[in-house]
């Protein structure tokens, strides 16, 4: 019952602190998008691009500044770590093996930041900073730029125009995401997070051994993996690590700080359409599925059934024993709710139900809330999704805000929502029909079964966290995987804004008696009974041979 209540209080003090910065954040950042006005810096960096910031650019124009900002930095990346041993503060460390160069440099480009290596043993503190730490910048604000472009499609009446990409991209990631970001540094620090450019120290053992301790920029990479949605850990334990997240309050912090952006875009949202209720309608459809997640992750960890569990009133095993089981569970859901990936337990030794609701997280397409940007456009094409159904059922062409859910609209909501599943179903089979993809696997049967496919799920939802009990640092599986994540960010990117240009060209309808009101808790209800019918038919079959059959064993 202590355990209980501790997580009753620890998640009701963040949906507090989560309803208070909604608005104020919401309206910020809704004050950024829409500035005509350049700040100094921001002027100077498009000309050293050779950007006309005031130009707009049509949906396709708009894609191609997306893909070639990333293939660029993609490759950056992957040379920055390619020759690390010739740049300062490199550790000592060899370069990064090419076939974990090409999976790390796409996993962050695509703010999935899978990681598999451990970092504080691969990574100098100049890649650390330089290349990671500045990926968990931008390629956040790829997500918000996506995301506005999609709001500006249902705002925008008869335009062929989105807005200019690198003036979305700079402004969120200078206007938003740095100050946030520095702040929650700061904090961090005071909290006991390390943040140094120290070679690593060696200490004695109580065994009589020696242990090599690496310091390093840690507070201010953790404060924007965790805003940015990111969750690339400096060490490999991530946020378990007490380097990383040191005590209590700054485990509460680090959720707070992965949860405030997605949830206050929606507010950003109603205001550019010019009705807050919309924006109220999709944060209740969020907030209804974060919290039977979060409750139900939380409940399977603490009153699941046997023997040893019933003894210690919880199922202990994999749980950060600083912060508790409540604490670890709610963490564990928030981090596979949004897209961070960061991890402060061990998700392959929870019980078999509760090691599946992570799981379950990532297949709802991480929308509640969702990844910065990532999530707000995602649950943006379920309440399209959910018009066109509610037509079909009344016989009337669907509409969402002004528009009208035709034909191209439908194929673009569609194939987005069929892609993801498609490269995780995919790419689970094919590594259990071949040899290099089953060699890797430390167990088998259900649980084995559910390693593998939480691994492909993290890796197309752009999540990152790690179910383990697979060694996926294998030429096979750091290319698959990579594979998985270039096709799972870019893909959805590319139908996103083609919807938004769609969007934006039509010159919008007025509201009649046969509109569906979208903005009522009706339309909750059936945004989410969609999100969750969707994907329990795409993906029960495979639940029902991993951890179901695991967990009703």
Avoid at 23 to 29: E, I, V
Avoid at 302 to 318: K, N, S, Y
Avoid at 329 to 356: E, K, P, Q, R, W
Avoid at 520 to 546: C, D, E, N
Wanted: hydrophobic share 50%; aromatic share 10%; charged share 10%.
């Amino acid at each position: 019952m202590n355990g209980t209540l501790a997580g009753v209080v620890f998640f009701g003090s963040l949906v507090l602190a989560l309803a208070v910065v909604y608005r104020p954040l919401g309206d910020y950042m809704y004050r950024v998008y829409t500035d005509p006005g350049h700040w100094r810096i921001e002027r100077l960096l498009y000309r050293l691009v050779g950007v006309r910031p005031d130009a707009e650019q049509t949906w396709g124009a708009y894609a191609r500044s997306v893909l070639a900002f990333s293939a660029i930095s993609i490759l950056l990346l992957y040379a920055f770590q390619r020759v690390q041993q010739y740049l300062p503060l490199n550790l000592g460390f060899d370069p990064v093996k090419p076939d974990q160069a090409w999976n790390t440099a796409v996993s962050f480009v695509t703010n999935t930041n899978w990681q598999s290596y451990a970092g504080e043993q691969t990574m100098g503190h100049l890649v650390q900073m330089a290349g990671l730490a500045v990926q968990n910048f931008v390629s956040a604000a790829v997500g918000m730029a996506i995301a506005i472009v999609l709001v500006r499609g249902f705002a925008r009446r008869g335009s062929g125009h989105l807005g200019n990409f690198w003036v979305d991209l700079v402004r969120g990631a200078l206007r938003i995401l740095l100050p946030i970001a520095f702040v929650g540094a700061l904090v961090l620090v005071a909290g006991g997070v390390v943040q140094n450019l120290a070679s690593p120290d060696t200490v004695g053992t109580v065994a009589g051994g020696t242990q090599h301790l690496t310091g390093g920029p840690v507070a201010s990479q953790e404060a924007i993996k965790e805003l940015g949605t990111n969750g690339g850990g400096f060490y490999n334990a991530n946020s378990a690590h007490p380097f990383e997240n040191p005590t209590p309050w700054t485990n509460w912090l680090e959720i707070f700080l992965l949860l405030m952006i997605p949830f206050a875009l929606t507010r950003t949202f109603g205001r550019i359409v010019g009705q807050l209720r919309q924006g109220y309608a999709i944060a209740a459809v969020m907030g209804i599925l974060a919290v039977v997640s979060i409750s139900l992750t939380m409940t399977f960890q603490l009153m699941h059934q046997g023997t040893v569990p019933e003894a210690v009133g919880a199922a202990t095993e994999g749980t950060e024993a600083r912060f508790g089981v409540a604490n670890s569970a709610v963490f564990a859901a928030s981090t596979t709710l949004t897209s961070t990936g960061a991890v402060n337990s061990f998700h392959d030794s929870y019980t078999a139900l509760g090691g599946m609701m992570p799981l379950v997280n990532m297949m709802l397409g991480e929308v509640a809330p969702g990844g910065v940007g990532a999530g707000l456009y995602g649950m943006l094409i379920l309440a399209v999704i959910t018009v066109f159904v509610a037509g079909l059922m009344v016989g009337r062409t669907p509409e969402y805000l002004g528009k009208k859910i035709g034909s191209r609209e439908i194929k673009y909501a569609s194939l987005y929502f069929l892609v993801t599943p498609a490269l995780v179903l995919a790419g689970t089979a094919v590594a259990m029909a071949t040899e290099s993809g089953r060699a890797a696997m430390l167990n088998s049967g259900p649980h084995g079964l559910s390693e593998v496919l939480y691994a492909f799920t993290s890796a197309s939802n752009n999540n990152g966290s790690a179910f383990a009990g697979v060694t996926v640092n294998t030429v096979w599986y750091d290319t698959a995987l990579g594979l998985c994540m270039v096709l799972g960010r870019f893909l959805p990117i590319i139908l996103v804004l083609g919807l938004a240009g769609s969007l934006a060209r039509q010159g919008g309808t007025h509201v009649s008696a046969g509109t569906l009101p979208t903005h009522r808790p009706q339309f909750v209800g059936m945004v989410t009974g969609v999100t969750v019918i969707l994907v329990a038919l795409t993906f029960l079959p495979a639940l029902a041979l991993g951890p179901l059959a695991e967990g009703l064993h």
